[in-house]
């Protein structure tokens, strides 16, 4: 069974600092591995979207990077801004259509 | 990126009384739509995975009676909460399939209070 893990579960930073969320999950095999982000109180936007067959994405100050053997992806963010502040959500899709997330990490950068 | 719009994004309504939440796909089809409830604080739970043209297929402890839903075309699926009570008072999102990158959309997300 696919398990998604999410470090840290908070995470509290200054402005202007570079900053890297870990996911893991417990099966090799997936189809593709998402990041979200979600703001209190709003539905999740979609922040990257890494196939499989991939190893890295990159959105402006934003990248993601997946190792499918160790079962590892990383979003990295650069630069980090007081409007960054949101939770950050890691899902696997293992194949088929339902995808497993993560708990998320909070994240809140002080201006 | 795709955009799945989600309406209302809040309703409140008296206990006793059903609640219909609709999930639109704007630009692209969506074969497959899925419902979540999120508590406070609380990651995602799955509720149901809808299928265009058949019936939905719900998780384990959701009561398919309570939790009607319908995905009727290809870019629209409900969540109708029938006989709402207090304890059915969640924010309810939808999410659906971009089927050519495989990408998952969310729509906004629908607050629902229950009095």
């Known amino acids: 069974k696919q398990e998604v893990t999410q470090i840290p579960a908070a995470l509290s930073v200054p402005e202007g600092e570079n900053l890297v969320l870990n996911c893991s999950f417990t099966?090799?095999?997936?189809?593709?591995l998402q990041w979200f982000r979600q703001d209190p109180g709003k539905g999740l936007t979609s922040l990257l979207l890494i196939q499989s067959s991939q190893r890295e994405q990159t959105s402006g100050r934003l990248n993601a990077s997946l190792d499918k053997s160790s079962g590892r992806s990383t979003l990295y963010i650069a630069a980090s801004q007081p409007g960054d502040s949101a939770t950050y959500l890691c899902?696997?899709?293992?194949?088929?259509?339902?995808?497993?997330f993560g708990a998320g990490t909070r994240l809140f950068v002080k201006a | 990126g795709a955009v799945v719009s989600q309406h209302p994004s809040w309703v409140i309504c008296k206990s006793g009384t059903s609640v219909k939440i609709e999930c639109r796909s704007l630009d692209f089809q969506a074969t497959t739509m899925f419902w979540y409830r999120q508590f406070p604080k609380q990651s995602l739970m799955l509720m149901a995975t809808s299928n265009e043209g058949s019936k939905a297929t719900y998780e384990q402890g959701v009561e398919k009676d309570k939790f009607l839903i319908n995905h009727a075309s290809l870019t629209l699926s409900t969540l109708t909460v029938t006989s709402a009570h207090p304890e059915d008072s969640s924010f309810y999102i939808c999410s659906a399939i971009e089927t050519s990158a495989g990408e998952l959309f969310f729509g906004e997300g629908s607050r629902l209070t229950v009095l």
């Open positions: 099966d090799s095999a997936i189809y593709n």
């Open positions: 899902a696997v899709r293992p194949g088929g259509f339902k995808t497993i």
